[in-house]
């Protein structure tokens, strides 16, 4: 069973998406609907940008949604998902493939949800790090006992979570990590703690935005972030994505349950290989493959 995966921040660099933009009138022309919507130029951006363009939390969120999705809607009738799955900002990717959402009302949702988190961001400053080769359990023990707020924010492999927290918070957390022997504790280049209580305003600002944007029945199950599972119900789907910014993204988990569902194909649509690589972490007998 074909299941369709979509990459979150992280998966960018520089020509995303230009082959497609050159190579197919159909993708040209949403790219060009993609720069209206935004005001902006955000192909130059992709394109021919530099790195520092791309990690700009508000250039990197809608540059991402829009390679994921492009490529999903260039499939045309190969595009048959039994089930979809996004990590993190993926998610939005994931439910406009399944025409749970428009296009248009996707891509305003991602530009708003990447401003109003760097926003958050600037307002608190705080950090992610990432986890090599402790269990799942033994992270979360380690992340109470820490006197700011640390929390888990990804989990994307067994034995491999990411942490999110106060900038002291996490640096507390990196050695008391590696104490309890982690193979690697380091901090994430990233422009603040997501998937966790600092996103609190960037919640509340795009909780109002999901609640009157028009969702639809998805063609297949969406399993989300927050809750694991294959949703179909648009009321449970503005839950789960509005919790989904201060809540963990369960992508072990997530991919778990596709399993057990049925899935034994996991394609990946949009930039770098990423989710290619966990899947493959999480079980090594389902085939992986990807598109970018």
Known sequence: MKVYIFPGQGAQFVGMGKDLYN???????????????????ITDLMFDGTDEDLRQTKVTQPAI???SVILATTLNNEFKPKMVAGHSLGEFSALVAAKALSFED???????????????CEINPSTMAAV??????????????????VVPANYNCPGQVVIS????????????LKEAGAKRAFVLKVGGAFHSPFMESA????????????FSTPICPVYQNVSTKGETNSSTIKENLIAQLTSPVKWTQSVENMIADGATEFIELGPG???QGLVAKINEEVATSGMQ
Not at 106 to 120: E, I
Request: charged share 30%.
């Open 23 to 41: 190579e197919s009138a159909q993708a040209k022309k949403m790219f060009e609907q993609a720069n209206e919507i935004l005001g902006f130029r």
């Open 65 to 67: 949604f829009i390679h």
């Open 273 to 275: 290989t990423v989710l």
């Open 132 to 149: 090599i080769g402790l269990p799942d359990e033994q992270v979360e023990e380690i992340c109470k006992t820490i006197d700011d707020v």
């Open 165 to 176: 927290g106060s900038i002291a918070g996490i640096e507390e957390a990196i050695v008391k």
């Open 106 to 120: 996707g891509l305003k949702l991602v530009y708003k949800r990447a401003l109003a988190m760097q926003k958050a």
């Open 203 to 214: 919640k509340v600002e795009l909780s109002e935005a999901i609640e009157t944007t028009n």
